[in-house]
């Protein structure tokens, strides 16, 4: 099992930027593939972006160029940088993780979930 604990979010206006963290413990082989979602009220959970690795990257066609998703092995936690912050950007955003898989904006690739961080973008 892998524990997966999100921190980073708040209230911003837009334009501004946020950085949010994910701490993922637990067997390697579990937290290959991480990504985060996003889900607004109303809407389904969609997919943010997400890595295999520390270089494999793959974003949602709505935050290419904004976004950006990092990882830090020595640290066990994999970042988002969110820049040029939307509206629209405003949603519990989720951080998951789960074994290999090229299936990134796919939620039953992901076993572990994090109980999400809520981003406010104000007009």
Not at 47 to 62: H, K, L, P, Q
Not at 64 to 74: C, E, M, T, V, Y
Request: charged letters at 20%; glycine letters at 10%; one cysteine or more.
């Amino acid at each position: 099992q892998v524990q997966v604990v999100e921190s980073g979010g708040g209230l911003v206006q837009a334009g501004g930027s946020l950085r949010l963290s994910c701490a993922a413990s637990g067997h390697p082989s579990l937290r290959v593939t991480m990504a985060w979602f996003r889900q607004a009220p109303g809407k389904e959970r969609e997919f943010v972006a997400g890595m295999i690795g520390t270089d494999n990257t793959r974003y949602a066609e709505s935050v290419k160029g904004r976004f950006f998703i990092s990882r830090d092995r020595a640290k066990s936690t994999v970042d988002l940088q969110m820049n040029s912050l939307k509206p629209e950007d405003t949603a519990v955003y989720l951080c998951a993780a789960g074994p290999k898989s090229l299936r990134y904006n796919n939620p039953r690739t992901y076993d572990s979930w994090g109980q999400g961080t809520q981003v406010t973008v104000s007009s």
